[in-house]
């Protein structure tokens, strides 16, 4: 089956927001947007076009857990060759492994528990009620934004919280499309996330606005699209961008700082363009990249 092209799209704008998130110039809630709508994308790819395939805790793991611990260690191995501790400023050893030894580290650990649960209970409860279900709890975590928000929690576990109503919403989103009268649940849910664009949260009302906004643009512009449209080609790369982006900052930082955002665009088609011809022409490197 072929790939929504304008989601595909969407993931590789997603990913140059992270970037401009980590780089040193202004506009972090809109950049910070690009991660919203990762995580909004992949429980909702999920539903939409596999619900009938569980995906097995083994190749989770294997899609997400693997590339992780090579990444963790190569982050690791940086660090301590700056004269730096290995783990970051977490009060615990767990927290300390699953936020990690880089600030992006974490979300890896987090979608993966995120699509094994998910993957447990497609064959567990009927799309009409995931639907209900995902509605109920993507509302009552938005409108609530306003408590959780202010919990003083050990790096990464904050950020897990920061991102889960995204995940709801994802779930409620994929699911639109395939049960019946499925806008008694998201127009609650659209609601809800208007309502945190209204709330002024710094770091979420922005982020999380502009991210599912542009969710539902691609979703609707995909099935749009000529034929003829294709990025998967580079959009198989995203996750390798998002891996190596950090190590590529520390030696173009210099360069952020001064030239700002044609900065950022050059670092990100340069890091995109690395890891495309890295899997091309070293395959085996696929499976981290």
């Known amino acids: 089956m072929r790939r929504n092209q304008a989601i595909e799209l969407l993931r590789l704008l997603a990913v140059f927001g992270v970037l401009a998130f980590h780089a040193p110039v202004p506009g972090s809630d809109i950049a910070y947007a690009g991660l919203a709508a990762f995580v909004v994308l992949s429980p909702l790819v999920d539903v939409q076009y596999n619900w009938e395939r569980r995906r097995t805790p083994r190749l989770l793991a294997k899609t997400l857990l693997l590339p992780w611990a090579v990444w ?22 767990v927290s300390a492994i699953f936020e990690g030894p880089a600030p992006h580290l974490w979300f890896l650990p987090f979608i993966f528990v995120a699509l094994v649960s998910l993957s447990q209970l497609k064959g567990r409860i009927s799309q009409p009620v995931a639907l209900l279900v995902a509605g ?76 599912v906004a542009l969710v539902l643009l691609a979703n609707w512009l995909g099935p749009r699209l000529p ?12 996750m390798g961008v998002y891996l190596v982006h950090v190590a590529w900052f520390t030696i173009c930082w210099p360069l952020l700082v001064r030239f700002g955002y044609p900065a950022v665009v050059a670092a990100y088609l340069v890091a995109l363009a690395g890891v495309y011809l890295v899997r091309k022409y070293l395959p085996a490197l696929r499976v981290v990249l």
């Open 72 to 93: 963790f260690c190569i982050y690791a191995a940086l660090r301590v060759a700056e004269g730096r501790s290995v783990f970051r400023a977490s009060r615990n050893l």
């Open 136 to 211: 109920i709890l993507a509302v009552l975590s938005l409108m609530t934004v306003g408590f959780w928000r202010a919990w003083d929690l050990t790096p990464p576990w904050g950020r897990w919280v920061h991102a889960t109503p995204m995940v709801f919403v994802g779930i409620t989103l994929g699911l639109a499309s395939r049960v019946p009268k499925a806008y008694l649940v998201l127009l609650p849910v659209l609601s809800a996330v208007a309502f945190v664009g209204t709330a002024n949260v710094p770091g979420v009302s922005v982020p999380y606005v502009l991210g």
């Open 227 to 238: 034929a003829r449209f294709d990025v998967e080609g580079l959009s198989r790369c995203v």
